[in-house]
């Protein structure tokens, strides 16, 4: 169990007010607070150890390449990867994703190769690979959601042929919370030799992570998602592959020596990772490393689930069928994340309202489009029969609100949702036709 009112007071941030009333930071899928731990080791690399990286031999330089090195080893235990220089530091995932399309994907897709995603992708994992496909004339093909919000995995044995080259999907769905039976997806994609790229975004923060078991080829994660500073994210990748691979960034601090004709490499990560890396992001990625291995990842899970069933429980007896609820409504097999409309009352109206209240929540489609016209995701009853031709249409009629928790999220936060919901719920009317600070405070 997670001593929560502990762990609530490493974060300063929770002490704000937000509109007067307290906030209640419920936008963890689209980045996570930072405990004062991880906003220390930043500030103390600044005032003690500042210097540029493998750069120097003077004392300044060593310490900080010593910091910098030592990340890599904190996060590879934290995924239990086999070596700290499986562990490549990008600024996000989205960039560790880019990496492996460009580095990998470009140099073994060929013409009429098959690339296959997920109709659950985020735009981060689908779009580098439409790209090669776009560039190597591959062919994308996508495993389908069902509308219970789980991939369909009766068609993995259609869609993942000798074709195949690359299987790319997240661990977890970011609007649905749904975590994908990776065992299975791994199993059909490894009998026809294709490599497997996982999207870590939203599982590494919150489900215990080991890559010597998943058996997948790559994961990408953010760090700031995760307590970690923005700028710091991890591509971790198997060796074997790592060592076939060339940059995909190249310059400074990737190679050991360059001639007028001839380069050759460093070895990973270094070889990933040119230029001046964001030295004080990754100091601060391994803080809220330790921080969550102290708390233990396990003990993450238990709370998220926890607070997912509360969650769904009350919207169910509270708002009933005033809500449409999206993803599985099994807590064991979703990440704290909780997707709804409120019937016929738009989204941002909703999350404007919400945040009246000091609730901070997404809204949108959230850099998952094609999972939302898949599924007709939108606050309409009933929802759009078509997905409209016109794109502006497309964008204000389909989306959703997103709720979604961590650490320091407790159920009293949930019972203070689920009573502004109510309240949204009750003068949605109203909200529809005035502006949201109107119907709140009565004027
Ligand atoms: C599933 C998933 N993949 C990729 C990303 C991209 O992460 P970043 O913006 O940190 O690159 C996100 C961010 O929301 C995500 O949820």
Redesign the pocket.
């Known amino acids: 169990m997670l001593d929560v009112e502990t762990i609530r007071r490493d974060f300063p941030i929770l002490s704000r007010t937000i509109q007067g009333r307290r906030l209640v930071y419920f936008d963890n ?3 996570t607070l930072k405990p004062i731990q991880v906003i220390e080791a930043i500030v103390d690399f600044y005032k003690n150890h500042y210097s540029n990286v493998h750069r120097g031999f003077h004392t300044l330089s060593q310490e900080a390449s010593q910091m910098y090195e030592e990340a890599h080893e904190v996060l590879a235990k934290f995924i239990n990867a086999y070596s700290w220089d499986e562990v490549i530091f990008v ?7 880019n990496l492996v399309a460009y580095a990998w994907g470009l140099h073994n897709i060929n013409e009429d190769d098959e690339i296959v995603l997920t109709v659950m ?2 735009h ?2 689908m779009l580098p690979w439409r790209r090669i496909a776009e560039l190597k004339k591959a062919k994308v093909k996508y495993i389908n959601v069902t509308n219970d919000g789980y991939l369909d995995y009766d068609q993995l044995d259609h869609i993942i042929t000798e074709k195949t080259k690359v299987v790319v999907f ?1 661990i ?3 609007v649905l919370g749904t975590i994908n039976d990776v065992k299975k997806i791994v199993k059909k994609a490894k009998k026809v030799g294709a490599l497997v790229v996982a ?1 870590g ?2 599982s590494v923060p919150h489900i215990p992570t080991n890559v010597r078991e998943l058996g997948v080829d790559f994961l ?1 994660f ?1 760090g ?2 995760m307590l970690g500073p923005t700028g710091s ?1 991890v591509l971790w990748g198997r060796r074997d592959v790592l060592e076939e691979m060339k940059p995909f960034k190249v310059g400074g601090d990737t190679i050991r020596d360059v001639t007028l004709d001839d380069v050759i490499w460093l070895d990973s990560p270094w070889r990933f990772e040119a230029g001046t890396p964001n030295i004080e992001a990754a100091i601060g990625l391994a803080a809220a490393a330790r921080y969550l291995m102290k708390i233990g990842m396990e003990n993450v899970r238990q709370h998220e689930v926890e607070l997912v069933r509360y969650t769904l429980k009350r919207i169910s007896e509270v708002l009933g069928e005033e809500i449409k609820y999206y993803g599985p409504t099994n807590p064991e097999d979703k990440t704290g994340v909780v997707a709804f409309n409120i019937k016929n009352l738009h989204h941002h109206t909703v999350a404007k309202a919400l945040d009246f209240f000091g609730i901070a929540v997404r809204s949108g489609m ?3 489009h094609p999972l939302h016209y898949a599924l007709k995701i939108s606050y309409e009853e009933p929802p759009p029969a078509e997905i409209p031709k016109n794109v502006d249409e497309r964008l204000k009629r389909f989306g959703c609100v997103r709720a979604s928790f961590y650490i320091y999220n407790t159920k009293d936060e949930v019972d203070y949702f689920i009573g502004a919901l109510t309240f949204i719920t009750k003068v949605k009317e109203e909200l529809a036709r005035k502006p949201v600070e109107a119907v709140c405070t009565g004027t």
Do not use: I, Y
């Not at 600024?91 to 994703?97: A, F, P």
């Open positions: 899928a689209a980045s600024n996000n995932t989205t960039e560790g994703l992708d985020h981060s994992s997240p977890a769905s970011n999207d975004a939203q990408a953010s700031h998602k994210g959230h850099c998952a």
